[in-house]
């Protein structure tokens, strides 16, 4: 069974800093694409930051500059450090990523979520 542990986020004021990781966990045979998406209240989810396992990244503009994600392959981990935080960041954070391993009965990939983490910035 595949599972995806966040941790990380919190409260912080604008303008600092937060670190969030999620690691994956489970028998898999690799990791292909790894990404955090937020949703905020009264918003839909979006796509903050991307990395593919060639470590080519994207990120939504309005982050572009100030987060900057990565992953650990060795770990199975994904990384995003964000800094200049603003009131609008505030959201909860969710890691995704798209795994190659054995599921029902064939080699296939699957998509996982994490369970979300709480981001809060204060003005």
């Known amino acids: 069974q595949v599972q995806l542990v966040e941790s990380g986020g919190g409260l912080v004021q604008a303008g600092g800093s937060l670190s969030l990781s999620c690691a994956v966990s489970?028998?898999?045979?690799?990791?292909?694409?790894m990404g955090w998406y937020r949703h905020a209240p009264g918003k839909q989810r979006e796509l903050v930051a991307t990395i593919t396992s060639g470590r080519s990244t994207n990120y939504a503009d309005s982050v572009k500059g100030r987060f900057t994600i990565s992953r650990d392959n060795f770990k199975k981990t994904v990384f995003l450090q964000m800094h200049s935080l603003k009131p609008e960041d505030t959201a909860v954070y969710y890691c995704?990523?798209?795994?190659?391993?054995?599921?029902?009965?064939?080699?296939?990939?699957?998509?996982?979520w994490g369970q979300g983490t709480q981001v809060t910035v204060s003005s």
């Open positions: 489970g028998s898999i045979f690799g990791i292909n694409g």
């Open positions: 995704n990523v798209n795994v190659t391993g054995f599921f029902t009965g064939s080699i296939s990939e699957n998509v996982y």
